[in-house]
């Protein structure tokens, strides 16, 4: 059966803006987060701590988090690969929770973050100890959950590995991420019931990108099994630098549209969360990635 509620991660400001051709300026990143909390999110992820090298548009972070005013009732999150980075985020405030990030294929791990699935396991334990000191919340995302873009298909019993280790070293909740959008329903239900064996399934988020355009569906499945956590970008910004072609998550307001459609709360507002998307995809310079903004902003 279908959760009554669904809490939504929006990952437009880090997921979506670390992928744009453009550097989106700082002030334009903060004015996105603020626009998102006011059409209703509690749990936005505002950025990251990883090499400016790879990612340049996250490499203001630091400012984005000293600008935003602190959110009482819900939280910024950013990701930290390691120590370095968590060094970084621990110089700045309003940090509520980081993300730790493994992949379910070892030959995303080595382009995204440098090292072997088992070596990333390794560095990121002392990351989660710090940040359990500093009272932050640790989320931990799985990637490749149902396809690699350089090894192709993947077990989901890898997943359900990676997902119970990342669990077992104190992460809150795991994010399931279809990197490359290439998952269809089957696949996901298979994927979340392997998961779901070894990490509850009030613990499991769904990041799906849409490159396919199989995501909504995907995620109608996962929420039939009781998933009720899902990331999202508003607009459907983004993408994956190491990932090449693969388009961004599917869009907040896509799934809010079918959340709210089927009677599923949110908390959010769709026509703000629009209004929102289409500055921002202004911004980037193109058109709003989320068919369901279109029309309502049409109307
Ligand atoms: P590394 O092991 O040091 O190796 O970094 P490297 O060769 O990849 O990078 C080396 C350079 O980064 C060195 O600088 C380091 O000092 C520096 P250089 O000597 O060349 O000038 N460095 C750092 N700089 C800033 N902050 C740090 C840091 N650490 C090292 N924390 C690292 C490993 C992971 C940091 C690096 O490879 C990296 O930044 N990779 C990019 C990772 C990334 O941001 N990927 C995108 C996010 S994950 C994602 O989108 C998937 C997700 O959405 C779920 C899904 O959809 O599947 C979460
Ligand atoms: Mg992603």
Redesign the pocket.
């Known amino acids: 059966s279908f959760p009554s509620s669904v809490r939504i991660v929006e990952?437009g400001p880090?997921?979506g803006l670390?992928?744009e051709k453009n550097v989106v300026p700082t002030a334009e990143r903060i004015a996105l987060i603020n626009g998102l909390r006011q059409a209703g999110l509690r749990h936005i992820e505002v950025g990251?701590?990883?090499?400016?090298?790879?990612?340049p548009q996250?490499a203001d972070t630091p400012q984005v988090l000293a600008a935003l005013p602190p959110m009482a009732d819900g939280r910024y999150a950013v990701?930290?690969?390691?120590?370095?980075?968590?060094?970084?985020a621990e110089a700045c405030p309003n940090i509520g929770e980081i993300?730790i990030?493994a992949?379910a294929s070892e030959s995303f791990s080595h382009k995204?973050?440098?090292?072997s699935i088992a070596e990333s396991l390794e560095r990121f334990a002392p990351v989660v100890a710090r940040a359990q000191a500093n009272g932050w919340a640790v989320r931990g995302?799985?990637?490749?959950?149902m396809g690699c873009p350089y090894e192709g298909d993947v077990p989901v019993q890898r997943v359900a590995e990676v997902a119970a280790a990342l669990y077992r070293m104190g992460c809150y909740e795991i994010?399931l991420?279809?990197?490359v959008g290439v998952g269809t329903p089957r696949l996901a239900k298979s994927m979340i019931e392997a998961v779901a064996a070894e990490v509850p399934v009030t613990a499991l988020a769904a990041?799906f990108?849409d490159t396919y355009g199989q995501a909504l569906a995907n995620l109608l499945a996962v929420l039939e099994l009781g998933v009720a956590v899902i990331?999202s970008s508003v607009a459907g910004l983004g993408g994956?630098?190491?990932?090449a072609g693969?388009a961004g998550?599917v869009a907040t307001e896509d799934v809010v549209y079918m959340l709210h459609g089927m009677g599923i709360e949110t908390g959010l507002d769709l026509m703000a969360l629009a209004v929102v998307g289409q500055r921002i995809s202004s911004v980037v310079g193109r058109s709003t990635g989320s068919k369901v903004a279109r029309a309502v902003l049409a109307r």
Request: charged content about 15%; glycine content about 4%; proline content about 6%.
């Open positions: 990952v880090r997921d670390q992928n990251s701590f990883v090499s400016p090298k790879w990612v996250m990701l930290v690969p390691n120590e370095r980075g968590m060094d970084a993300a990030f992949a995204n973050i440098n090292c995302y799985v990637s490749c959950v994010s991420g279809d990197t990041h990108h990331d994956c630098p190491y990932a693969a998550n």
